[in-house]
């Protein structure tokens, strides 16, 4: 079956404008997953959807960052006020359950480069 | 907090050598460990798992044991191909936690 797409694969912006990133799980599964990867940082746990469950947070760094699932499906995560530094590869992964010995499935990422 | 912490790279072999990229853990419990491979302009995917003490996780002729005593979850492969060229990264998920954490990645190159 499809694995996890993400769109677009390349986002060129502007420091200051706000940018939208999509990601789309494999179907069937209940937990998201959003993660940066970038050359200073490597990769980091940014935010996790578990089904009707609150989302954790915790790892988003700062409150320009937000996300949201719709319908327990799709995912958009949003960052307002881009600044140079949230210049990153952003991943999504998905995982069939809530049980963290099971894989987490990954998609192909978006490049965000903010100018 | 969890950590991961993996041999600096990047590493270059010649194709039939011995492969080991060093992986170490720091976490409470009993963590879930991974590696994951990024081939060259693809995906992160999942390369082996192991999710208890003294498991062995294989796959594609690599192997990495997870050894308890040691905190750790090396990576060892006995003859590298070529294709085998990638970024490496070790991982685990806490006890009572979902994300992973990563470590810094190991960049190898096999030369023919």
């Known amino acids: 079956g499809a694995g996890v797409s993400q769109s677009p694969s390349n986002k060129v912006t502007e420091k200051g404008k706000d940018v939208e990133l999509r990601c789309d799980p494999i179907s069937g599964h209940t937990a998201l997953y959003w993660y940066r990867q970038s050359l200073g940082q490597g990769l980091e746990f940014l935010i996790y959807?578990?089904?009707?469950?609150?989302?954790?947070k915790s790892g988003l760094p700062s409150d320009r960052f937000s996300a949201e699932r719709t319908g327990g499906s799709v995912s958009t995560l949003t960052i307002q006020r881009t600044q140079q530094e949230d210049s990153a590869v952003y991943l999504c992964?998905?995982?069939?359950?809530?049980?963290?010995?099971?894989?987490?499935?990954f998609g192909p990422g978006t490049r965000l480069t903010v100018l | 907090g969890n950590s991961v912490t993996q041999m600096e790279g990047p590493v270059t072999l010649s194709e039939e050598a011995f492969l080991t990229i060093n992986c170490t853990y720091t976490a409470t419990g009993y963590p879930s460990l991974f590696w994951y491979v990024q081939y060259p302009g693809e995906g992160l995917q999942l390369l082996l798992k192991?999710?208890?003490?003294?498991d062995k996780g294989s796959n594609k002729g690599f192997e990495a044991t997870y050894r308890k005593e040691t905190t750790s979850f090396h990576l060892e492969k006995g003859s590298v191909q070529v294709s085998d060229s990638a970024v490496y990264f070790c991982?685990?998920?806490?006890?009572?936690?979902?994300?992973?954490?990563f470590g810094q990645g190991t960049r190898l190159t096999i030369n023919p």
């Open positions: 192991a999710t208890k003490a003294d």
């Open positions: 959807f578990q089904g009707n469950s609150a989302p954790d």
């Open positions: 991982a685990l998920t806490g006890q009572g936690a979902q994300k992973l954490v």
């Open positions: 992964a998905s995982r069939v359950r809530a049980d963290r010995t099971d894989t987490q499935y």
